[in-house]
């Protein structure tokens, strides 16, 4: 398994709810989570291989924004 990391605009829990439905969908990401109380507002994926390109392009289609961060 693989942690991604992500610093995000995700503000409220509604933009959670709605990041975490959409990732859950697939099945090579096991678990999804943003801390609102970070000011990175960060986004943590685990999974299996997940593609750093793909949950940005599925990040962008909600109206949000991400960037890697580094370990």
């Known amino acids: 398994m693989e942690v ?3 610093k995000t605009n ?22 999804v989570s943003v801390d609102l109380e970070d ?6 994926i685990v999974g299996n291989n997940p593609s750093p390109a793909q949950i940005q392009l599925l990040v962008s289609s909600l109206g949000l924004t991400c960037s890697e961060m580094e370990d």
């Open 10 to 31: 995700a503000s409220k829990q509604s933009e959670v709810s709605s990041l975490q439905n959409l990732l859950s969908r697939f099945a090579h990401i096991i678990q």
């Open 39 to 44: 000011c990175d507002k960060v986004l943590r």
């Open 4 to 6: 991604l990391i992500f």
